[in-house]
Each structure stands twice: as C-alpha cells, then as structure tokens.
C-alpha cells in the first residue's frame, strides 16, 4: 500500500493532549490524538489484525499466540450471543529449545489467562475479548508475557453535547492490558503503563494510558509533566500513527497479497528460529570471511535452517530416514547448520568459498567441489538403452572456451577443451545427481539449478532466485498471472520473478509432484520455497525427457555448467 500521507504530513497532524482531560475518565491519562476520515469498522478491522499481529508495532516482538477469543453479538432485543475459543496454547508454555541449562527463557505469569478489565467511565459493553501470549524475538533478554486485548463498543457523552437517551454505542475503545503487576515487570516492547487505550470517537483518533498506581493521588499529574521525548510518550505517538495508517490501509482496500505459515506453523518455525540463532548467529557474524554482508546471509540462512528442521519433522520419522544435498551451496552455511543439528547430508558447489576452511573438519568432509551435470544429460536414452544395454553414455562430445590465461598461449587465439560424455561421468569434479533414494534435495537459491531441481527425482525445497532456462542460459519466462490492482512498486519488481516461481511450481507438477509453496520469513524478497516431498497419485506424470522437449532442450547446460569453474562466484 502507498501511503497517502507523508511522515512529515501526519506527524503535522498528530495533537499533544497531554494536557487534556481523557474522555476515559479521570484514571487515564491522554496523550495524542489525529482527525481521521475512516469510518468504525476499518478502525476495527485494522486493530483486530494488529491485535494478531503486535510485531507491526515493535521489531522487538517476534509473534503473538492467541490463547482466549470470545466474540459477542447483541441482536436487537436479546441478551448477547456470546462465542469462544480457547487453544491448546493456553495452558502449554512456548517450548524454545536451549543449549545449556545456562539459557532462561524470561516470562511473567503465563499462567494467568483470565480476561482483564480496566475502569471506564463511559457506558461501554465488549465486541471482542483476546487473551494474547506475546512472544519477543530473543526471550532470552525480554519477557515473555499474556496480555488482554479488548474490543469495546462505548457511549461518550462530552458536556458540549446533546444528552441522548438509550444505549446508542458511537465509539469504540482498543485495551490492551499486559497481565503484570507493576511497571518494573514491564518488558522492554511495551510501555510502562497498566493498559492503553486507543479510542476511536467521531472524527478523532486518540491515545490514552492508564498509569499503574492509578488510584493514588496525584499519579495521573505527574504523567501529564513526562516531555516529548520520554519513551513511554514517543511509543504513544508511534501507536497512534500505526493505528490510523492501516485503519487508512483498509478503508482503501489494501489487501496482503502474501500469506505465510501455510506448510510449517509458525510457532514451530519461530521458537526453532530462536534456538538456532541463540546458538548460531553471534560466532558466525564475529567469524565471517566473505565479502558479502553477514546480516542478512547468517539470519537468512539460520531462518532456513529452522523452516527445513520442522518441515523435515512433519515428514520424516526420525533425522535417520534421510539425508540431504544441498545444490549449489554457496558458503556452506545452510550446511553447517544442518549437519551441527544432527542431520546428514552433503553441500555441492562448482567454487569452493573462503567460509568452507573456517567449519570444523567433519563440516569440511562434507563440502564438496563440483559442477552438477544430471545424468539424463550424458547417459544413453531409455530407448536406446533398451536396445543396446551395454552403453553407459550418450556419445557425445561437448566444447567448452578455456581463458587464455590458464593455458598461457596467444591472446587472440581461441582455446577449446573437449570433454565426452564418458569422461564427464567419470570426472571426480562431475556430479551427476543420481543420490540415495532416501535423499532430500535443497535449491536454496541456486541459481541454474533451480529449474532441474524438481526435475532430478528426490524430495526437494527449492527458492528460486534468478532465471535461468533448462541450458542454463538467463530467460525471462512470461506471467501468467493478472495484472495487479495494487499499484506498488513490491509487486511490479517482483513480476519477473512470480513468473519464475510459477515456472518451477509448474515444472514439478508436471513430473507429478504434489506441490506446497511457502513464502518464507527470510530477510530477502526472493522468499518462495517450492517443495515437493509427494507424488500425485491419480496424476500421469512427464518424464524428465518430455520435460526437456516441453522447454526446448538443454543444450549449453554441460558447456555453461563446466564454464562456472572459471568464474568468480556470485554474491549471493
């Protein structure tokens, strides 16, 4: 969504009320308030999804688990109808995985789940009451905790207004009340206050607190004399801004485009991404030796980790069952990892990195050097085989330009290396992708690979990256999918690549995989994973040759495969 407004446009818009009676009532304490053109229900649809979603508000809060939801109806006439839920999580604690008794996860009173109410002054009655665990990125400093989280419907009468009799509800109230005692239990993301309230009455937005101690004398007059720049009154701002640009948001038909946590929950995947990178990230950010920027490989790679451990764990009895090949595995880190958490499994590059020499030895073992050919490349075709079983390769002779500089010969002439299909087999450099049938095949941003990857037989996760055809050789596939009504520019730079994920997505249904995609929490905009780990069972599936003939061939793919060798590797 564009916004409407720019920072400067809204900050100019934004009151100080500080100083202002709180329509609330005398406990609360109001702070800022903005006009606004939305109506009640986009407020309401907005708050609800950043009640689920409190990481919008603070980078510092990794999710929020809702425990307790009772919503309420009130037909005209009747008492409220009143529906509920409760989950399973409501009496589980968040398992995060440790690596030593040392680790404490931080929590306050998880065991309270009862919803909590604050006092009101205006007649209000509850739309929507939540009980919401919030669980912060590093438990291991900040506090996990349960807060109420109230939808209400009030009737505010101001002493310039007309007195109207009934219960005629004009405006509506968001609560948000941590379960903690006083404000030195408060955690780091959240203010130092028992409940704020973010109130929605006619043609304003406004924020409010409710002080702990709120009853004592003089508790609401010293808050009013906090300036500008204290932290509890910059996160009031802040909160304000958020509520009226996605209120805005909705009125306007914005509509997230992207939905996660459709393969692996994401409770799983994030309390496993904790333990990993609790574990992980500060020894391979303070020993990185590439070139590239350890903040956003060591995260996105620590990130990919945990999705394949839980995806594995749903699909795999045991680490046993399987081992991995990770395709063009770049530094090794995605391995590292793996085999550090117990899994078997090989990384294959076409270039070794500067990264391999500094995992320990049983990690080393495990990096190997070569190009990947796929079989169906150099050895005999089905048929042929058929006919003449003695036959092992295709026959065929591939060119590959070698630098002048490696041969020290003559600038301006041309320099050829020949290699059959028989030697390419048997090159120890050569790769031909035939693994274990119990093999799981990674394509974390591999590049050529990502095409052939759902090609090669074996269960897979693969995270298309740049576009490549069958030989090798870049392409720009063409979109299949509707121009977008969202004008952003998020969604005009990534048309390119959608068409390659659909490309892949297609490929593997085509050799009859039963296709699940994710877009997965990574800090990179290239975040689709492809995973294929069934078969269709009703489906007639393509060969790999139908599949060739289907994509023009892969002619060049030995030719540019072999070239790579000779090349810098890419940054990525």
């Not at 995609?517 to 975040?527: D, F, Q, V």
């Amino acid at each position: 969504m564009t916004e409407t407004l720019t920072q400067k446009a809204v900050q100019s818009e934004v009151r100080d009320i500080l100083q202002s009676p709180s329509l609330l009532g005398p406990e609360w304490v109001s702070l800022y308030e903005s006009n606004i053109s939305f109506a009640t229900e986009h407020f309401e649809a907005a708050m609800q999804n950043l009640i689920k979603q409190p990481n919008i508000n603070s980078t510092v809060i990794l999710r929020a688990d809702i425990l307790i939801e009772n919503k309420f109806n009130y037909p005209s006439g009747s008492t409220p109808i009143k529906d509920s839920f409760e989950s399973d999580l409501a009496h589980i604690k968040p398992i995060i995985p440790t690596t030593s008794e040392d680790e404490v996860i931080l929590e306050k009173n998880l065991n309270d789940i009862d919803i909590k109410q604050v006092p009101l002054a205006p007649s209000n009655r509850p739309k929507v009451e939540i009980v919401r665990r919030i669980v912060p990125r590093n438990p291991f400093k900040d506090y996990i905790i349960n807060q109420t989280c109230l939808v209400l419907e009030l009737k505010i009468e101001e002493d310039n207004e007309e007195k109207v009799e009934g219960e005629t509800y004009d405006s509506t109230l968001i609560i948000y009340n941590p379960h903690i005692d006083n404000s030195d239990d408060c955690p780091f993301y959240l203010p130092g206050v028992q409940a704020v309230g973010i109130l929605f009455h006619k043609d304003r937005l406004s924020v409010h607190y409710l002080p702990f101690d709120f009853s004592k004398p003089d508790t609401t007059s010293a808050f009013r004399q906090l300036s500008q720049d204290n932290r509890d009154v910059r996160i009031a701002f802040r909160l304000l801004q958020t509520a009226k640009k996605h209120s805005t948001g909705v009125m306007e038909g914005y509509q997230k485009r992207v939905k996660h946590d459709l393969v692996v929950s994401k409770v799983a995947f994030q309390d496993r991404y904790i333990s990993l990178k609790k574990k992980y990230s500060k020894q391979l950010v303070d020993n990185w030796v590439e070139s590239t920027d350890p903040g956003k490989h060591v995260f996105e790679d620590i990130a990919i980790a945990a999705f394949l451990i839980e995806l594995w764990a749903k699909i795999y009895q045991d680490k046993q069952e399987f081992e991995f090949r990770d395709l063009g595995c770049g530094n090794g880190l995605l391995v590292y990892i793996l085999l550090s958490e117990g899994y078997s499994g090989i990384g294959i590059d076409a270039r070794a990195r500067k990264s391999w020499k500094t995992y320990p030895d049983g990690v080393q073992s495990k990096l190997k050097e070569q190009v990947i050919i796929p079989s169906v490349l150099l050895r005999p075709h089905p048929t042929v085989k058929s006919y003449a079983p003695h036959l092992t390769d295709n026959g065929r002779v591939f060119q590959v330009p070698v630098s002048n500089k490696a041969t020290n010969t003559t600038p301006d002439v041309p320099v050829i290396a020949y290699y059959s299909s028989a030697s390419l087999l048997a090159s120890p450099n050569v790769n031909t992708a035939q693994f274990p049938k119990n093999t799981f095949i990674i394509g974390n941003h591999s590049d050529e690979l990502t095409c052939w990857i759902p090609l090669l037989g074996y269960p897979f996760l693969v995270i298309p990256c740049c576009s490549h055809a069958l030989s090798g050789s870049r392409v720009r596939y063409p979109s299949k999918r509707k121009p977008s009504t969202c004008n952003t520019n998020h969604a005009k730079g990534n048309s390119t690549y959608a068409a390659l994920v659909d490309h892949v997505e297609n490929l593997a249904k085509e050799v009859g995989w039963k296709v699940e995609k994710e877009m997965l929490r990574i800090p990179s905009t290239r975040n689709a994973a492809i995973i294929g780990y069934e078969r269709e069972k009703l489906s007639k599936a393509a060969s790999v040759y139908d599949i060739l003939v289907m994509e023009g061939g892969a002619e060049g793919w030995v030719e540019n495969t072999m070239a790579l060798t000779s090349k810098s590797p890419r940054s990525h």
